[in-house]
């Protein structure tokens, strides 16, 4: 009985497992990072601030764009305004948002980039 208890374990181990391995994982996109610059809730916000409160429609973020480390950047402004504990710097939100503010935020969108 305990040797079929243990084999039954191992096969929902091992099925949970490989089922996680074939989720799909998040689109990275500049339309996902524009969601994610509207969202009150971003890295765990406390408050109801969003990026765009200081930065509406994604104003002066251009120079920010620049910055070679920006997921530091944007993770200070999710740490202080925000008041939330930031993203992962590889994770697909890092991305998206980085990308959306490379891409000049909404006034780039709306030329396509």
């Given amino acids: ?18 089922a996680g391995c074939m989720a799909q994982a998040p689109e990275v996109s500049a339309e996902r990072g524009k969601e994610l610059f509207y969202d009150a809730s971003l890295g765990g916000s406390s408050n109801s601030f969003s990026c765009a409160e200081c930065h509406p429609g994604g104003g002066g973020i251009v120079v920010a764009g620049s ?18 504990d930031g993203l992962e710097p590889e994770s697909a939100d890092m991305r998206s948002l980085v990308l959306y503010i490379r891409s000049g935020g909404d006034s780039g969108l709306q030329d396509g980039n």
């Fill in 1 to 18: 009985m305990r040797t079929s208890l243990m084999s039954v374990c191992a096969v929902v181990s091992t099925t949970c497992v490989f």
């Fill in 67 to 84: 910055d070679s480390d920006l997921a530091k950047v944007i993770n200070r402004c999710i740490a202080g305004p925000l008041k939330g």
